[in-house]
């Protein structure tokens, strides 16, 4: 599924077929499909319920920020790269946490550090772009 998304994105900016709505829609595809998987995942008892809430409300916040500059603004900020690192560590612990092997366990020990890191620095910076954003006119 990341791979495609990544192809998708990819092919779209090479032949100069980004849209708005896209810009809008597969982001929020994203954030759902990775929200039900990690849902899934805690209901199986294969992933802690700190990380998921982090994970969802780390995509809560920013739809809202989203919705906001797009309703007051019309603008649409696209993901950092930070974020793209961050939502790729968070992949790689769904990936371990479906393997379920005692190596990717230990993986995903480190993992969820690593990717918790990520997390807040990549919000971080989305919200100073979001703040940036607001000020200006």
Do not use: H
């Amino acid at each position: 599924m990341y791979l495609s998304d990544l192809l998708d994105g990819f092919l779209a900016r090479k032949m100069n077929l980004v849209s708005e709505s896209g810009k809008i829609i597969d982001p929020l595809a994203d954030k759902i499909s990775v929200t039900v998987i990690a849902l899934i995942l805690l209901y199986l008892g294969k992933i802690p319920l700190w990380f998921v809430a982090v994970v969802v409300l780390r995509d809560i916040l920013i739809s809202v920020f989203g919705i906001y500059l797009d309703r007051k603004k019309d603008i649409r900020l696209m993901s950092n790269t930070a974020g793209k690192i961050a939502v790729f560590s968070i992949g790689l612990i769904i990936l371990f946490a479906v393997i379920n092997s005692q190596l990717s366990l230990k993986i995903n020990t480190y993992l969820y550090f690593v990717s918790l890191i990520l997390i807040l620095f990549s919000s971080f910076l989305y919200y100073k772009r979001f703040r940036q954003t607001v000020k200006q006119k």
